[in-house]
C-alpha cells in the first residue's frame, strides 16, 4: 500500500511541496489541505478598470539565489503543464525599478546608495526600513541574518563583512535552464506574471489536479494527533484524514495549536515565532506623474510610524497599467503603529487605512488627487 503525505496550507509553500511530491519517481498519495476557498496564501491578483493589475500581496519574486532560480526552473521546464513561460514580465539590470530605490528622510526623496558608499548613518537608516518594509518590523528586534543574509554569511564566511563581501562567499550549484540563464544575462532584479502573480498558484492548483493531488478547499485543521500504529490523524473538524507524513505549510504559531501534548517541548518553540498584520492599499491615478522613477521607497519610523513604504508599480510593470493606462501605487501600512491599534482593541476600519495611504501619498509622492480606483486589505 502507497504513502500518504498530507500537506497543511495552499499558500505557495504548501502548493510547491505538493508539486514536487507529485513529479517524485515514485509519488505518494498527496492531500494538500487549505483552511480558506482559495489557494496562494498572500499572493492574491486583482483585475481593476480597463484591466489594470493590483497586486494585494507579493508583486515579484527575485531570481537571484536557489529559491529563486528553482521558481524560474518551475516555469520554464513546466510550460506545457504551467503554460507561463510566455508570461513572464522580467525588471532588467538597466531599468530604473531595478537601479533606484528611495528612502523618504526629511521630508524628501533621497537615492539609496549601494556597496560600500553607504554611510553609517544612511546604513542605519536603511536598515531600520528594509527591516520595516519587507518584515515590517522592528530593526532593534531583528537580526542581521534575517535583515541583511549576505552581510551575515559574509561574516560567517571570513570572519568581517568587508572580507566577506570582497573575496565572496561559498557559491552552492544552482539549477540552470535558458530562462535562468536569460535572467542572469540580463540582471533580472525581479518578475512577475502579465495577469498577475497569483497566475502561478493557479496554474499549479490545475497541474496538481491533473496529477492526481487531492485540493480539499475550505477544511481548516482542527487538530493533529500520533496513532498508536504510527499513522498521523489530521482532524478538519466533521471528517479526518490519515497520513504517514505530514508537511506543515502554515505559520508558526498556527501549527503550535494544532500539535499533540507530547509534542508540548516543540509547540512552545513554535508559539515563540511572532508575527505582524500588514495593511496594503492600492491606489491609481488617471494623469498623474511621480516625481522619481524607481522601484519604490522605504520610510524609516522616525519619519513616519504608519507607513512602511510605497511601490511604485506602473514603473516596474507597465504591462499591467491595463488598456486605460493609469498611475498604479501600492502603500504599505503597519509596524509599530498598527500593533499598538491591535492590542488597544481599537476598530481598523479601511476607511483608516485609505485616509493614510492617500495622505503619505499626498506628502511624500506629491500626489494630491483623489484616485480614480482604490483597493485596502488587511493582512492578519
Not at 537580526?143 to 563583512?161: D, G
Not at 501600512?333 to 501619498?361: K, N, P
Request: aromatic share 4%; net charge neutral.
Amino acid at each position: 500500500m502507497g504513502r500518504t503525505v498530507v500537506v497543511l496550507g495552499g499558500g505557495i509553500s504548501g502548493l510547491a511541496a505538493s508539486y514536487y511530491l507529485s513529479r517524485a519517481s515514485c509519488p505518494p498519495k498527496v492531500v494538500l489541505v487549505e483552511g480558506s476557498k482559495r489557494l496562494g496564501g498572500w499572493i492574491r491578483s486583482i483585475r481593476g478598470p480597463g484591466g489594470a493589475i493590483f497586486e494585494l500581496g507579493p508583486r515579484g519574486i527575485r531570481p537571484a539565489g536557489v529559491l529563486g532560480a528553482q521558481t524560474l526552473l518551475l516555469v520554464r521546464e513546466q510550460v506545457s503543464e504551467l503554460g507561463l513561460d510566455s508570461e513572464v514580465l522580467p525588471v532588467r539590470g538597466d531599468h530604473p525599478a531595478a537601479r533606484n530605490r528611495f528612502l523618504y528622510v526629511g521630508g524628501a526623496l533621497h537615492l539609496l546608495p549601494t556597496g560600500l558608499s553607504l554611510t553609517l548613518k544612511v546604513a542605519s537608516l536603511a536598515m531600520d526600513s528594509l527591516c520595516r518594509g519587507v518584515f515590517a518590523g522592528n530593526s532593534r528586534e531583528l537580526s542581521v541574518r534575517s535583515c541583511f543574509p549576505s552581510l551575515f554569511q559574509a561574516e560567517q564566511s571570513h570572519r568581517s563583512v568587508i572580507l566577506g563581501l570582497l573575496l565572496g562567499t561559498e557559491r552552492r550549484p544552482q539549477p540552470d535552464s535558458a530562462l535562468i540563464r536569460r535572467a542572469r544575462a540580463e540582471r533580472w532584479t525581479q518578475w512577475s506574471l502579465r495577469g498577475g502573480l497569483e497566475m502561478l498558484p493557479q496554474a499549479l492548483d490545475s497541474h496538481l489536479t491533473g496529477r492526481g493531488v487531492h485540493v480539499l478547499r475550505g477544511q481548516p485543521v482542527c487538530g493533529l494527533s500520533l496513532q498508536a500504529e504510527g499513522h498521523w490523524k489530521v482532524s478538519l473538524g466533521d471528517s479526518s484524514l490519515e497520513a504517514d507524513h505530514i508537511i506543515s505549510a502554515l505559520p508558526a504559531s498556527e501549527l503550535s495549536k494544532l500539535l499533540p501534548a507530547e509534542a508540548a517541548p516543540l509547540a512552545h518553540i513554535l508559539s515563540t515565532i511572532t508575527a505582524v498584520s500588514v495593511a496594503v492599499v492600492n491606489l491609481q491615478y488617471r494623469g498623474a506623474h511621480l516625481p522619481v522613477q524607481g522601484f519604490g521607497h522605504l520610510v524609516p519610523s522616525s519619519e513616519d510610524p504608519v507607513v512602511l513604504g510605497i511601490v511604485y508599480d506602473s514603473i516596474a510593470f507597465p504591462e499591467q497599467d491595463g488598456s486605460s493606462p493609469g498611475l498604479r501605487v501600492t502603500v504599505m501600512l503597519g509596524g509599530s503603529w498598527l500593533h499598538t491599534l491591535e492590542a488597544s482593541g481599537c476598530a481598523l476600519s479601511q476607511e483608516l487605512f485609505l485616509q493614510q495611504a492617500q495622505d503619505a501619498v499626498a506628502t511624500q509622492l506629491g500626489l494630491k488627487e483623489q484616485p480614480s480606483h482604490c483597493l485596502v486589505h488587511l493582512h492578519k
